[in-house]
């Protein structure tokens, strides 16, 4: 049975660490955004270096491109411009969502994932109780 072909549909998660390491190399100055400067560099690794009507051409390309993939024309480039212009048959609600579980998390954010609501402590009190063989009750916190 043949496979449907999925290219461009799905974003697996090497695909995004490798696109992730990618636009990271482009981000020169670390700034979480990849401005047309920083992006041209990339242009001009390929032979032929800066000289001559070859390098006019790849500048012009990159323009070209990079306002492509700049979506909302702010002169800078997101990942998620980056993945949406390299994956152009994924919705943006998809590519929030891929973005999310494949990002690495801040230590803040996985911070705020282990915060319990009072109700939620409650909750697990009285489950912990129901284990609580010897009663020697353990509160969380």
Known sequence: MRRKATKGKIITQKEF??????????????????DFQEFLRAFE?????????ASI???????????QM???????MTFRELL???Y??????????????YEPKTDAERKLETVLTSEQEEE???VMGKFDMNQVACKPG
């Not at 690794?45 to 009507?53: A, M, T």
């Not at 700049?70 to 800078?76: I, K, L, P, Q, T």
């Not at 152009?88 to 579980?101: K, L, N, T």
């Open 124 to 126: 697990l009190e009285y």
């Open 45 to 53: 690794v390929y032979p032929g270096g800066h000289n001559g009507p």
């Open 84 to 86: 949406m212009a390299y």
């Open 17 to 34: 660490e490798i696109l992730r390491n990618i636009f990271a190399d482009q981000d020169t100055d670390e700034s979480g955004v990849v």
């Open 88 to 101: 152009p048959r994924c919705d943006a609600e998809y590519v929030d969502r891929i973005m999310s579980m």
């Open 70 to 76: 700049d979506a909302n024309n702010d002169g800078v």
């Open 57 to 67: 051409l790849r500048r012009d390309t990159a323009a070209c491109v990079f306002s």
